[in-house]
Nanobody
Framework: QVQLVESGGGLVQAGGSMRLSCSAS????????MGWYRQAPGKQRELVAT???????NYVDSVKGRFTVSRDNVKNTVYLQMNSLKPEDTAVYYC??????????WGQGTQVTVSS
């Protein structure tokens, strides 16, 4: 099993920056994709950014050019650097990872609130 723990999150003003991190522990030897999802109240959960172990990356269009996802395979940690934050970015952000064997794991989520 894999456990994911997010850190970061909180309140930031529009235009500001915030960095989220998520550390995986447990059976991390076969982790492939790690990434971030978010869910705003009344909205569907959406993919924000993913990164494979080989550093293949994709983003949702709304964050391209503002957010950067990265990972440290030694530390088994994935990061989300969020710049030029907008109120529309307000959501609970969830860390996610998947294994080569097809298992998905989720963090507890961390609240990001962007004030206008």
């Amino acid at each position: 099993q894999v456990q994911l723990v997010e850190s970061g999150g909180g309140l930031v003003q529009a235009g500001g920056s915030m960095r989220l991190s998520c550390s995986a522990s447990g059976s991390t030897f076969d982790l492939d994709v790690m990434g971030w999802y978010r869910q705003a109240p009344g909205k569907q959960r959406e993919l924000v950014a993913t990164i494979t172990r080989a550093a293949r990356i994709n983003y949702v269009d709304s964050v391209k050019g503002r957010f950067t996802v990265s990972r440290d395979n030694v530390k088994n940690t994935v990061y989300l650097q969020m710049n030029s934050l907008k109120p529309e970015d307000t959501a609970v952000y969830y860390c996610q990872c998947s294994t080569w064997g097809g298992h998905d794991y989720w963090g507890q989520g961390t609240q990001v609130t962007v004030s206008s």
